[in-house]
Nanobody, 122 residues
């Protein structure tokens, strides 16, 4: 089994900063990419940022220059999302996603965490 567990979501004031974390655990051979998605109330889930095993990153236009995705230097199974200059419209449940190969030479599977709530409000 593979699990993704997010943490760090809290209430923060506009203009503030926050770091959310995602830790993958279980039967993992390799992780091809990890990503953060957000889903606002009544809205579809949308991509925020992706980081590949090679360290390449991609960001949604709405967060470029404000958010940074990175991996833990010692644990390739942990990814962070640093959020700066937060706006009320960033309020959402933030979900972690990972593309994982459980056994060498086999296909990859998609895994999702349960999400962590980030609320930006004064």
């Amino acid at each position: 089994q593979v699990q993704l567990v997010e943490s760090g979501g809290v209430l923060v004031q506009p203009g503030g900063s926050l770091r959310v974390s995602c830790a993958a655990s279980g039967s993992i051979c390799s992780i091809l990419a990890m990503a953060w998605y957000l889903q606002g109330a009544g809205k579809q889930r949308e991509l925020v940022a992706v980081i590949t095993s090679g360290g390449s990153t991609t960001y949604a236009d709405s967060v470029k220059g404000r958010f940074t995705i990175s991996r833990d230097n010692t644990k390739n199974t942990v990814v962070y999302l640093y959020m700066n200059s937060l706006k009320p419209e960033d309020t959402a449940v933030y979900y972690c996603h990972a593309e994982i190969r459980r056994l060498a030479g086999t296909r990859t599977y998609d895994y999702w965490g349960r999400g962590t709530q980030v609320t930006v409000s004064s």
